[in-house]
């Protein structure tokens, strides 16, 4: 099985989830990453909301809140808690297969039947 998984969203979660860790250990002024952060979990929130597809508005809202409320309580908690969720999140729209995929598979194989019988 062959994973697929978007480098620019591994990019930007990894990249957030490192300066948070480093602001947190004390080597970054938060003051002046904490902005960065919180850009690159808004792209974060937006990634998801896309590849998701259903109620965008919705996702993005709460994604943006839950954001600035993790960002808020800033600690060693939340961002275990926040690489537990970009991890969940990461299996079920990177490598988790849809339940639908045999029915594709087998409509995939006799279309491809067909054209073969056909000339």
């Known amino acids: 099985m062959r994973v697929k998984i978007c480098s620019l969203c591994a990019t930007v979660s990894g990249t957030w989830l490192l300066l948070t860790a480093l602001i947190l250990a004390g080597y ?3 003051g002046i990453f904490m902005p960065l952060v919180l850009l690159l979990m808004g792209g974060t929130v937006v990634g998801i909301a896309d ?3 259903k109620q965008k508005p919705l996702i993005i809202g709460v994604g943006v809140v839950l954001a600035f409320l993790a960002a808020r309580n800033l600690s060693f ?3 275990i808690l926040e690489a ?6 990461g299996y079920f729209l990177f490598l988790k297969q849809p339940k ?3 029915t594709a598979n087998s409509k995939t194989r006799e279309l491809e039947k067909q054209l073969k019988d056909c000339c």
């Not at 537990?84 to 999140?89: G, P, S």
């Open 28 to 30: 970054l002024d938060a």
């Open 100 to 102: 639908n995929n045999e």
């Open 51 to 53: 590849r998701i597809k």
């Open 84 to 89: 537990a969720v970009i991890l969940a999140f």
């Open 77 to 79: 908690k939340i961002l």
